[in-house]
T-cell receptor, first 114, second 111 residues
Framework: GAGVSQSPRYKVAKRGQDVALRCDPISGHVSLFWYQQALGQGPEFLTYFQNEAQLDKSGLPSDRFFAERPEGSVSTLKIQRTQQEDSAVYLC????????????FGDGTRLSIL | RKEVEQDPGPFNVPEGATVAFNCTYSNSASQSFFWYRQDCRKEPKLLMSVYSSGNEDGRFTAQLNRASQYISLLIRDSKLSDSATYLCVCWFSSNTGKLIFGQGTTLQVKP
């Protein structure tokens, strides 16, 4: 389809392992956002890209979290040395980048850290 | 204090009932407001934007009161398919376009 695609859909990892989550935005969308959603909570902002530039990473909870979008399209969120508190749904959203255009969300990656 | 606050519910209502959700926001610089709907284990989807003049989309009515920093969503003639979590969302342009979500209010419509 033409929506935001995220993979894997589910990821289980042992504490201490590194994980990489992928987001494929809608073609042509300039803006890309990552959000973290804990159980029973609303999504919380992690980081924002405009094309390949990471303009805001104020929401990343620690230096174990790293995101990139090297060619301004696909983005990867990497979490190093995972902890149990990293267990959450990680949502990616994209928009055209024009003022106040809606963000379209992917299905998310459900990450469980054992 | 969270930037966007909602009563998490759950709201349990019978089919056909009218139900209202409220939301308050703390940042007066917020410029745009939305209601998103999220079904269990699915992604959030835009339900409607919220304007000061109030706006209606079928059975749904959204209202914004900037003076009180208060947003509402009214659902008339509830359907079973309305069962979901409703997320109140703020946006302001000086914030790199990120969305600020409330905790969400869970609605269960029962037959």
């Amino acid at each position: 389809g033409a929506g935001v695609s995220q993979s894997p859909r589910y990821k289980v990892a042992k504490r201490g392992q590194d994980v990489a989550l992928r987001c494929d935005p809608i073609s042509g969308h300039v803006s890309l956002f990552w959000y973290q959603q804990a159980l029973g909570q609303g999504p919380e902002f992690l980081t924002y890209f405009q094309n390949e530039a990471q303009l805001d990473k104020s929401g990343l909870p620690s230096d174990r979290f790293f995101a990139e979008r090297p060619e301004g399209s696909v983005s990867t969120l990497k979490i190093q040395r995972t902890q149990q508190e990293d267990s959450a749904v990680y949502l990616c959203a994209s928009s055209s980048g024009q003022s106040n255009q809606p963000q379209h969300f992917g299905d998310g990656t459900r990450l469980s850290i054992l | 204090r969270k930037e966007v606050e909602q009563d998490p519910g759950p709201f349990n209502v019978p089919e056909g009932a009218t139900v209202a959700f409220n939301c308050t926001y703390s940042n007066s610089a917020s410029q745009s407001f939305f209601w998103y709907r999220q079904d269990c284990r699915k992604e959030p989807k835009l339900l409607m934007s919220v304007y000061s003049s109030g706006n209606e989309d079928g059975r749904f009515t959204a209202q914004l009161n900037r003076a009180s920093q208060y947003i509402s969503l009214l659902i008339r003639d509830s359907k079973l398919s309305d069962s979901a979590t409703y997320l109140c969302v703020c946006w302001f342009s000086s914030n790199t376009g990120k969305l600020i979500f409330g905790q969400g209010t869970t609605l269960q419509v029962k037959p």
